[in-house]
Nanobody, 121 residues
Framework: QVQLVESGGGLVQPGGSLRLSCAAS????????MSWYRQAPGKERELVAA???????NYADSVKGRFTISRDNAKNTVYLQMNSLRPEDTGVYYC???????????????WGRGTQVTVTS
């Protein structure tokens, strides 16, 4: 089993910053990609940012230039640095990890439970 634990959410004023972390643990053989999604009230879950094992990144247009995704492969951890936060960034942020487990090298696709980010004055 692969588990993901997110941390770093909270309440922040517009223009402020937060840093989210997500640590993957368990029966991990390799991680292909880790990503962050968010879901605002009444809206569908959307991709915020993703990073591959090689370091290639992808961002939603709405966060380009403000958010930065990074990962520590040795710690199986992904980070999301969020700057210049806006009220529309409010939502539950979910971490996702895709890779291969040590169980017969089978593919896995796991989600964290989410962490709340609220941007309000």
């Amino acid at each position: 089993q692969v588990q993901l634990v997110e941390s770093g959410g909270g309440l922040v004023q517009p223009g402020g910053s937060l840093r989210l972390s997500c640590a993957a643990s368990g029966s991990i053989f390799s991680i292909n990609a880790m990503s962050w999604y968010r879901q605002a009230p009444g809206k569908e879950r959307e991709l915020v940012a993703a990073i591959t094992s090689g370091g290639s990144t992808n961002y939603a247009d709405s966060v380009k230039g403000r958010f930065t995704i990074s990962r520590d492969n040795a710690k199986n951890t992904v980070y999301l640095q969020m700057n210049s936060l806006r009220p529309e960034d409010t939502g539950v942020y979910y971490c996702r990890s895709e890779g291969r487990s040590t169980d017969r090298y089978s593919l896995y696709d796991r989600w964290g439970r989410g962490t709340q980010v609220t941007v309000t004055s």
